[in-house]
């Protein structure tokens, strides 16, 4: 493999706290109900995030702006809370002396540079791609950018992913899918990946 890929939320930092709040304080003002389950949030949570905002019938555009609203109050309130996993700057270091990686995110990229250098992670990365670059995953667009910016073939590439949308982008794209149980999407929601992993540090092990 030349060149690894990460998802950034779920797989980079944990920001599930915070999305869990965020969505259950949008239910509140819109009078939506939902469980304040773990379990709950992660089989409603879609890596397009319009698609989350499909099942919850978040569709009217009035809706829809009060909901952004709320997510940007939030960023103000809670973004202290995502954090990178604790094993993640290590394994970043070690894999980044051997292969090229970078992110492919559906969030925005003003966001992903801020966090990664705030917590001294851009060092070890060699591109970012977010929202704001192409379609949003699960199409294939923004890994398929990623690799034709190295010359890289799908055959030298594996993605890292931790819903299933990763997994239907990566496999779209011709790479390797690894899905990580520890981020958003419940392990049966991931089988569809090449491999499956619980911790970061198992990625040592598989480059």
């Not at 997994?167 to 149980?181: F, H, L, S, Y």
Request: glycine share 4%; aromatic share 12%.
């Amino acid at each position: 493999m030349k060149l690894i890929m990460f998802d950034y939320d779920g797989v980079i930092v944990d920001s599930f706290r915070f999305l869990k709040k965020t969505y259950l304080r949008i239910g509140e003002v819109l009078n939506i109900k939902m469980s304040d389950k773990d379990e709950y949030f992660r089989e409603l949570l879609e890596l397009d995030w319009r698609e989350t905002y499909r099942k919850l019938d978040i569709l009217a555009k009035d809706k829809v702006n009060i909901s952004e609203f709320i997510f940007h109050h939030s960023n103000h309130k809670y973004s202290h809370e995502i954090l990178p996993y604790e094993e993640i700057p290590a394994v970043l270091k070690e894999l980044s002396k051997t292969h090229k990686l970078a992110i492919v995110s559906n969030n925005f990229k003003k966001e992903l540079e801020y966090r990664l250098k705030k917590y001294d992670l851009m060092q070890y990365l060699s591109a970012i791609y977010s929202c704001d670059d192409g379609e949003l995953k699960p199409h294939p667009d923004l890994l398929m950018k990623c690799m034709a910016r190295f010359k890289v073939e799908p055959k030298d590439a594996a993605f890292i992913g931790d819903m299933d949308g990763d997994i239907m982008a990566g496999k779209a794209a011709g790479v390797k899918t690894i899905a990580v149980t520890y981020g958003y999407h419940l392990k049966h929601r991931l089988e569809d990946a090449d491999v499956i992993i619980d911790n970061p540090t198992e990625l040592l092990k598989i480059f």
